[in-house]
């Protein structure tokens, strides 16, 4: 990594509540005003194509889904960091996943109103399988640091199983992360690439903003917290699957 800048000032706990914050903005627009107001309304035909753009709501969700964009690429960043840092990518794998199958149901609800819609899954297993493609990459590294052929089959071989299975955001983040995996070693080129792979999103490159202050500390978190963090996803998917289904 290239020598941070002591202007760099949020630690990966503050990137973290960033991108906590952003993504219930964004998932309260796309459960609570998209599956919870707005396509029905389209499907019973009390809300037309044509007015749509006009309607107050749709206005608003636009602003909270433009907001709520900034979240995945900092947890894609966040994820290469966790990788790189930890001890155990075992049990790091193990928790994605434990939480993937913990959010599926939630999931599910909030956005499709369904208890299973075996068409999308979560945002955990893309980030599962984003630690299983840079795993591979790091197993069958070169020794000049640049990635084997293998790695790269490897990877690829996750990108096309997160696309065959439609998780959210399914085999473009998994190469995003694999993306800022390899460009780890130089903050400049890794923040560029990001900001570039995430070009199909309108303001989703301004996440590499907030990851170009980053000061390559963990910052303050506790057990509990650390915990949270984790918890949140599901946690915060159920609460507005029952505002959506039960209360729109």
């Known amino acids: 990594m290239t020598a941070l800048s002591p202007h760099r000032t949020f630690s990966g706990t503050a990137l973290k509540t960033i991108a906590c914050i952003t993504m219930l903005v964004d998932h309260i627009g796309a459960s609570c005003i998209e599956a919870g107001i707005l396509t029905p309304g389209l499907d019973a035909g009390t809300l037309s ?31 290469v960091e966790g990788f790189v840092h930890t001890h155990n990518v075992k049990g790091y794998l193990g928790r994605l996943v434990l939480f ?9 609800l909030a956005f499709f109103r369904t208890s299973f819609d075996p068409g999308a899954q979560n945002v955990y297993w893309t980030l599962a399988l984003g630690v299983l493609a ?33 998780t959210d955001y399914n085999a473009i983040g998994v190469i995003i992360i694999c993306a800022l995996y390899l460009t780890r070693a ?19 490159p301004l996440a590499f903003v907030l990851v170009w202050f980053y000061n390559g500390q963990r910052g303050a978190c506790s057990p509990l917290q650390k915990k949270a963090f984790y918890w949140f996803y599901p946690v915060h998917l159920l609460v507005l699957a029952g505002i959506t289904n039960l209360l729109l």
């Not at 044509?50 to 979240?71: K, W």
């Not at 990635?147 to 299975?165: N, Y």
């Not at 990001?194 to 303001?203: K, R, S």
């Open 186 to 204: 130089n903050r400049k080129r890794q923040c560029l690439a990001g900001a570039l792979l995430f070009m199909f999103e309108l303001t989703a």
């Open 100 to 108: 993937g199958l913990l959010s599926e149901v939630p999931f599910d």
């Open 134 to 166: 840079m795993a591979g990459l790091k197993r069958f590294e070169k020794e000049n640091g640049l990635p084997g052929w293998q790695g790269l089959v490897w990877a690829g071989g996750c990108a096309a199983l997160a696309l065959a299975a439609n």
């Open 49 to 79: 194509q044509d007015t749509l753009s006009a309607y107050p709501l749709y206005r608003l969700d636009t602003v909270l889904r433009f907001t709520g964009r900034l979240a995945f690429p900092l947890f894609c960043f966040l994820l």
